[in-house]
């Protein structure tokens, strides 16, 4: 029983570079979102998706691409890492009338922009 | 769109004593769900407890108990008797009844137990 699933748990990249930080769950769950987290603002929601082939933006989209293109699998890609998106992502997900049980959230990746 | 304020950045409290962590937010629906997470040094976003709007009833969960007044868009948190292991940091969290697809959450409140 896995849960949510999180790779890499850390990773630093250079200005400029790509990356994709993955997100795997096997709950069955309709609802996929990521989250950023910095110091004193709490956790930002970056994209959501609400079945597979469906995303949208949130609060903090830019510099953020995801797709979503299986039921489990919800990667975030940073197009041209800059010093700004260094943060830690969570993912989260629930199924639809179970997100009042409250989220399954992924163990976070501490990501850094040099 | 819904906001959640936690206005006590850092609190502490002596171990075995009680503490009360403050969340207020804004909506204009009448049914959602609020929140409190923990999140210790390892980083795991962990469900303290929750609350549905349609229930008066505060919500309990062994010491953590919440003072969910509606009217005054305020929900708080009390952690009775705590013990060192409540050192974390605790976010409050907003979902929509309707379409509970994210979570807005508030800035957070860093509590620290003293031995």
């Known amino acids: 029983n896995a849960g949510v699933t999180q790779t890499p748990k850390f990773q630093v990249l250079k200005t400029g570079q790509s990356m994709t930080l993955q997100c795997a769950q096997d709950?069955?769950?309709?609802?996929m979102s990521w989250y950023r987290q910095d110091p004193g603002m709490g956790l930002r929601l970056i994209h959501y998706s609400v079945g597979a082939g469906i995303t949208d933006q949130g609060e903090v989209p830019n510099g953020y691409n995801v797709s979503r293109s299986t039921t489990e699998d919800f990667p975030l890609r940073l197009l041209s890492a800059a010093p700004s998106q260094t943060s830690v992502y969570f993912c989260?997900?629930?199924?639809?009338?179970?997100?009042?049980?409250?989220?399954?959230f992924g163990s976070g990746t501490r990501l850094t922009v040099v | 769109a819904q906001t959640v304020t936690q206005s006590q950045p850092e609190m502490s409290v002596q171990e075995a004593e009680t503490v009360t962590l403050s969340c207020t937010y804004d909506t204009s629906e009448s049914n959602y769900y609020l929140f409190w997470y923990k999140q210790p040094p390892s980083r795991q976003m962990i469900l303290v407890i929750r609350?549905?709007?349609?229930?008066?009833q505060n919500a309990t969960e062994n010491r953590f108990s919440v003072n969910f007044q509606k009217a005054a868009k305020s929900f708080s948190l009390k952690i009775s008797d705590s013990q060192l292991g409540d050192t974390a940091m605790y976010f409050c969290?907003?979902?929509?009844?309707?379409?509970?697809?994210?979570?807005?959450f508030g800035t957070g409140t860093r509590l620290t137990i003293i031995p």
């Open positions: 609350q549905e709007a349609y229930k008066q």
């Open positions: 989260a997900s629930s199924s639809p009338g179970q997100g009042g049980y409250g989220y399954t």
């Open positions: 709950m069955n769950h309709e609802y």
């Open positions: 969290a907003f979902t929509s009844y309707f379409g509970n697809e994210k979570l807005t």
